[in-house]
């Protein structure tokens, strides 16, 4: 059984239970391109050192061996860059396909709930009425891509359960078409009213 047969259903059922009244109004997952680049990009930057890293150690232990060429050293050097980067983007790319299988979001009437992960996964909730603003980003990528992603803020900011990282709190949204990104920030924001 293939990767995509185990993970074609991996949320036929909710990871989570409903509170009383509660009720689904969207399901929300990226698109998988601008998901995809985006984590490779975020990993190119560590394959990248990590093959200068090796193509560095080649070039200092060939240059200490007596009787080898100076050419021979470089070209074994580029060699090393060129298979470590390989091996990091085929790496990175097979990760991003697991973790985008279980990247999910789900947005009640009730609070956020995000279930993500790579081995496992990780189910955090934020409650509808905690949240400030909700606001669309295009950063560099996005707009490359013609993309945007939003961020549901909640009380106190950022930070959720000790992380600072927009990338990974429950309330962010990656990689969307620009007309879903306003139709989820309209979605949270009546949602966020009603509750009131």
Request: charged share 15%; glycine share 8%.
């Amino acid at each position: 059984m293939g990767i995509d047969e185990i993970m074609v259903n991996f949320y036929s059922t909710l990871p989570f239970s409903l509170n009383d009244n509660e009720k689904i109004l969207e399901s929300v997952k990226p698109i998988w391109k601008g998901y995809f680049l985006r984590n490779q990009l975020f990993g190119l930057v560590a394959i990248i050192f990590l093959g200068i890293f090796f193509a560095a150690n080649v070039v200092i232990i060939g240059s200490n061996i007596p009787k080898v060429n100076t050419t021979s050293v470089m070209i074994l050097a580029i060699a090393t860059f060129i298979v470590i980067i390989l091996i990091g983007v085929a790496i990175n790319a097979l990760a991003a396909k697991i973790s985008y299988k279980k990247f999910q979001i789900w947005i009640t009437n009730q609070r956020i709930i995000s279930a993500r992960g790579f081995i496992g996964f990780n189910t955090e909730s934020i409650a509808i009425t905690t949240i400030t603003d909700v606001v669309i980003n295009r950063g560099f990528i996005d707009r490359i891509l013609g993309l945007s992603s939003v961020m549901a803020v909640p009380m106190g900011g950022m930070m959720m359960y000790g992380r600072t990282s927009n990338f990974s709190t429950v309330g962010f949204i990656p990689a969307l078409l620009p007309n879903d990104a306003i139709k989820i920030q309209k979605l949270i924001f009546n949602a966020k009213n009603a509750a009131k």
